[in-house]
């Protein structure tokens, strides 16, 4: 799989442009501020959706125009498919697939898969549980698709349920203790149980595949430290070592820590019981990567992962783009080389650099220089 053209209107600092792009290494060349990473974001929004720098749609969009439209021609078993995004800020987004309007934008999933590593992704090591919440979750609508409408549906139904208990609890406080109508509430209980069982499987089911790749990423990138290790910790499965992904234990697992939690969601008008509440957690040795990794070790860590995702796709079939987003300046030499071996043989590299020094010999392909909005082979 590989992206052989990309065209932009109105997207970040680019008016119009088109690249036409290769299988193999290409290196996207130019001083900070000039565009290099408005690119590989352009393409990672047309795998996933979204922008691993902001997280809504309207700085995506150039200054003063109306919107923006990201069109890339993905290669996939010597076959191509054009996916188009309109980007409309105050309104709807739309999709297209072979110039054919798409029902839903989220239709285009699945088209392209990547895997985008840049230093926002240290928070992956050092920011809070959302970040590597997200991280799972997006790998998991990169490998199933369908994935995406499941996590739709339990951010609606956990919005709604939390509506539900704050007013609850409001009403609770003005007629002091006395209990307020929950025949509503428990509709949504149902509803919270099944979506956030399914999500739940799916997450504890990749994490499972993912600790063998991530641990065999780290050792193959540095000496020092490690293992690496992580693990789920569910706020509502025990930690009891024993593993289960069974969907309709994990139901009842559900119900029940929401039945014995009813008394203190009500008190605090928030649902306590779910796995927005979950956390991934990462570990060097025995200790803890947040607040313990040295800064080389918490780039590896976080390089460990997303070379694992790459891997875990890559066994699923197809080879996603891998992006490397301002990586190497951040890495020693001995780094540098380690990840250029690990990643070189990949279908297709896309790599953003400040100077060509930066980027390892072993990467040897396309270059394209990025300036002021332009974007030219060299």
């Known amino acids: ?130 970040e590597r919440r997200r991280f799972l979750d997006e790998l998991l609508t990169s490998r199933a698709p369908r994935m995406a409408g499941v996590r739709q549906d339990y951010d609606r139904v956990l919005k709604q349920r939390n509506a539900l208990l704050k007013s609850a609890s409001g009403q609770m406080f003005r007629r002091r203790g006395n209990p307020p109508d929950l025949s509503t509430l428990e509709v949504w209980d149902s509803h919270l149980v099944e979506t956030g069982a399914e999500l739940l499987a799916a997450r504890l089911e990749l994490v499972e595949a993912l600790r063998p790749r991530v641990r065999q990423a780290y050792a193959g990138l540095t000496d020092f430290g490690g293992p690496a290790e992580l693990d789920y910790h569910s706020s509502t499965i025990p930690d009891t070592g024993e593993f289960t992904s069974d969907r309709p234990q994990l139901v009842g697992i559900l119900r029940s820590a929401m039945t014995e939690a009813r008394e203190r969601e009500l008190q605090r008008g928030v649902s306590l019981v779910g796995p927005h509440r979950d956390e991934l ?58 990840l250029a071996e690990r990643v070189r043989g990949a279908e297709q590299v896309l790599v953003t650099a400040a100077v060509p020094a930066d980027v390892p010999e072993e990467l040897d392909g396309a270059r394209f220089e990025v300036h002021e909005g332009g974007v030219e082979g060299l």
């Not at 109105?10 to 036409?20: G, I, K, M």
């Not at 590896?300 to 875990?312: C, M, P, T």
């Not at 301002?326 to 030499?333: A, R």
């Open 1 to 130: 799989m590989y992206v052989s053209h990309l065209q932009l209107a109105d997207f970040r600092s680019y008016s119009e442009t088109l690249v036409e792009l290769a299988p193999g290494v290409s290196v996207f060349l130019g001083a900070n501020g000039q565009g290099k990473t408005n690119l590989i974001e352009a393409i990672g929004y047309v795998a996933t959706l979204g922008s691993h720098r902001v997280s809504s749609d309207t700085p995506l969009i150039r200054h003063g125009a109306p919107r923006a439209i990201v069109r890339a021609k993905v290669v996939r078993d010597e076959r191509s498919m054009v996916v188009e995004i309109e980007l409309n800020p105050g309104r709807a987004n739309r999709a297209r697939i072979n110039r054919s309007p798409a029902g839903r934008p989220r239709e285009v999933l699945g088209i392209l898969r990547t895997v985008l590593f840049a230093p926002e992704d240290l928070s992956l090591i050092k920011g809070d549980p959302g």
């Open 281 to 338: 957690r990462l570990r060097l040795g025995e200790l803890p990567a947040r607040g313990y990794a040295s800064q080389g070790e918490a780039w590896s860590f976080a390089l460990s992962l997303k070379l694992a995702a790459f891997e875990l796709l890559r066994a699923d079939g197809d080879d996603p783009v891998l992006i490397l987003d301002d990586v190497f300046s951040e890495l020693d030499t001995e780094r540098r080389g380690r």
